[in-house]
């Protein structure tokens, strides 16, 4: 939930997801396809309250999730709902834009999410008590870190590595991209892509999503347990995700 990158592609594009969290948290459930108010997703699930991160929309939209608005801030809980949940309600969406503009957010925690849906890309966040949405240029390369881990100055060197991994990888395969959200960084452990902070917080997975025009696949590397696992999502429909 704490680095997200997306890749435009030839006919489609790649977007991966770090998840950073404290090792008292239970192992997430490797991914499979879900139903959710009628729409068929393809996501790892969380093992608490059962929401997710990332996914994929059998429609052809997708999505990824950070924690954090604008700024880091002060957990006030208890929330009304878990943001994986919520998450999941956007992404089933047939429309998640509008369904984001739409939704009563009262008493849920500050979050970031990254749509993939209807030819765009949308950055849209929720502060605790505002939104805003803005688009994304789905022909460049981007990278987003957490508010609530990274302060400025470690989100303008992560910004860096991803600037200059890219002139090395103009046309990355979804390994290349895993491996540099594994091993980025001037070994600094505390804010490296794969970070550890005393073994308290730490990167557990990594998650990457491959996306053409007809299918996605989805590869889950599961750091804690040694776990690699790919799925493919059919699209119901051929979608034309970054052209």
Known sequence: MCTVTYIPSENGCFLSSSRD??????????????QHNNATLLFPKDAGAGGTWIAVNQNGNAAVLLNGGFEKHIPIPPYARSRGLVFLDVIAAET?????????LGNIEPFTLIIIAQKKIMEC????????????????????S???????????KREK???????MHSKPSIEEI??????????????????????????????????????AILTYQDLQQNITVTEEMPFV???IIAL
């Open 21 to 34: 969290e404290k090792t008292i948290r239970k192992p997430a459930f490797v991914p499979k396809a879900y």
């Open 96 to 104: 998640p834009f509008g369904f984001f503009q739409e939704l009563q």
């Open 125 to 144: 966040r929720w502060s605790g008590s505002e939104k805003q949405c803005r688009e994304i240029d789905k022909n460049s390369a981007h990278i987003w």
């Open 146 to 156: 957490s508010v609530t881990l990274y302060n400025q100055q470690a989100i303008h």
């Open 161 to 167: 590595w991803f600037r200059d991994w890219r002139v």
């Open 178 to 215: 895993l491996h540099f959200h594994q091993f980025a960084g001037e070994g600094d452990p505390e804010n490296a892509i794969r970070m550890n902070r005393s073994n308290q917080v730490l990167t557990v997975s990594i998650t990457g999503i491959t996306m053409d025009l007809n299918n």
């Open 237 to 239: 429909k051929q979608r």
